[in-house]
């Protein structure tokens, strides 16, 4: 008896050496592995950029004499820091008071002056006022993209200097005279040129002297010749319309099934609706229907596109009017270092690194509130980095969006497309 005894009490003694080998190499082991984790090189750092950040100003402008806007179809800055503006006042409805369509802001809001509206000598006020800029030697340049297809020059007090274009009975892409409802204009100073976006009627940049009006040259899409659309097939009815409707919808490209690859039409998709030159001399173009910024040097060559919210399709399918890119802006640096694309019917404005086109932010949503777009329009920049955007149909106003300072934060993953 004592034998089997002592034989169990070896036992339990060997089953208590046994699990305190395993909890000693248990310990061990955290032991290295935690000196592994602490010891060894840190984790790489997560890559950074710099995004500028904006607050809207709700109280920006003040509108004076009880006047309403009709549709704002564009904003200005001029060297001063002053904003001009160019809205419809034959937008408003009857018995509503209203000022004229050119209105000069100092920045704070308080209106300074307004002029515009009628026709003068040597000049025809456009029927629908669409872009407004205003140049390096202080003059403003009005497009209008009604059936009178001009752009006209005015000294800041409104007197007229120039009219570029002129209503056509035939009106072409290859016509270096005439306009077809131009939607934007850039003076670019170190040439001293107007480029226009020729627009809703045409879907052309041409290039004019700012002096002289002389035409220079003109480019579409990718840099080819603009050509015009073959006739329109007639219109169908009825049954054959329903069919041709039923064959458009089983065969055309889902919002989610863009070729990335595909470079799109080979042709701007009217309306071409904006164009800014910058600093370093790239013609930015915003191709409203193609849902695309495309970007060449000012002599007309392509250098590369980038699309704007591809997915957005026509009523229907989900998006509006399907139309995104109306305008692009710059930052105020000199090296204008984000470019600021205006999304129409996602209602938002996208912020890039201009050099890189890499997409790092955005900001709005439709509506009617403060910071939010009812069919955005038009945008421009301060002096100061501060932002306006226009808004036309039932938006009718200028919003502005104060830089309040550049934002580090994680490289975003975004896709613009």
């Not at 089983?250 to 071409?272: C, E, I, M």
């Not at 495309?294 to 590369?304: E, H, R, S």
């Not at 002096?383 to 502005?400: F, M, P, T, W």
């Amino acid at each position: 008896m004592r034998r089997g005894g002592s034989g169990i009490v070896n036992v339990k003694r060997n089953l208590f050496v046994s699990a305190g080998i395993i909890l000693l190499v248990a310990f061990v082991a955290y032991a290295i592995a935690g000196s592994c984790r602490t010891s060894g090189a840190p984790p790489p750092p997560v890559p950074k950029v710099e995004v500028p950040k904006f607050v809207v100003d709700p109280s920006w402008p003040h509108i004076p004499n009880g006047w309403t806007l009709g549709q704002v179809s564009s904003a200005a800055c001029d060297a001063d820091g002053n904003i001009w503006i160019l809205h419809r006042p034959r937008t408003v409805k009857p018995g509503v008071r209203t000022g004229p369509p050119v209105m000069e802001f100092d920045p704070a809001g308080n209106y300074i002056q307004g002029w515009g509206g009628q026709s003068g000598n040597g000049y025809t006020w456009p029927s629908t006022e669409h872009g407004i800029t205003v140049d390096y030697k202080g003059f403003v340049w009005i497009s209008g993209n009604g059936n009178d297809d001009q752009v006209l020059k005015f000294t800041k007090d409104g007197k007229f200097i120039m009219q570029v274009g002129h209503a056509a009975q035939k009106k072409t892409n290859a016509d270096t005279t005439s306009l077809w409802k131009p939607a934007d204009v850039f003076v670019y100073p170190n040439t001293n040129e107007i480029f226009i976006a020729d627009g809703y009627g045409n879907k052309r940049i041409i290039v004019f002297d700012a002096d002289t009006g002389a035409y220079k040259r003109m480019w579409g899409a990718f840099g080819n010749i603009p050509v015009d659309d073959p006739p329109r097939p007639p219109v169908l009815t009825g049954e054959a319309a329903k069919a041709a409707a039923e064959e458009e919808e089983a065969t055309r490209t889902l919002a989610t099934g863009f070729d990335p690859k595909d470079p799109g039409p080979s042709q701007f998709v009217p309306p071409v609706h904006g164009v800014k030159v910058s600093n370093d001399g790239l013609v930015y173009v915003a191709d409203r229907g193609g849902k695309r910024v495309q970007v060449f040097t000012t002599d007309g060559k392509y250098i590369t596109q980038l699309w704007i919210d591809r997915w957005c399709l026509v009523v229907g399918g989900g998006c509006n009017n399907g139309n995104t890119a109306a305008s692009v802006a710059f930052s105020a640096d000199h090296a204008q270092r984000f470019l600021y694309v205006a999304s129409r019917s996602p209602a938002r404005i996208w912020v890039f690194d201009r050099k890189t086109l890499q997409p790092l932010d955005s900001f709005g949503r439709s509506g009617i509130a403060p910071g939010e777009f009812d069919v955005l329009h038009h945008m421009t920049t301060d002096n100061k980095g501060n932002l306006y955007s226009s808004e036309v149909e039932d938006g009718r106003r200028v919003q502005k969006f104060v830089f309040t300072g550049l934002v580090s934060m994680p490289v975003p993953v975004i896709r613009t497309d």
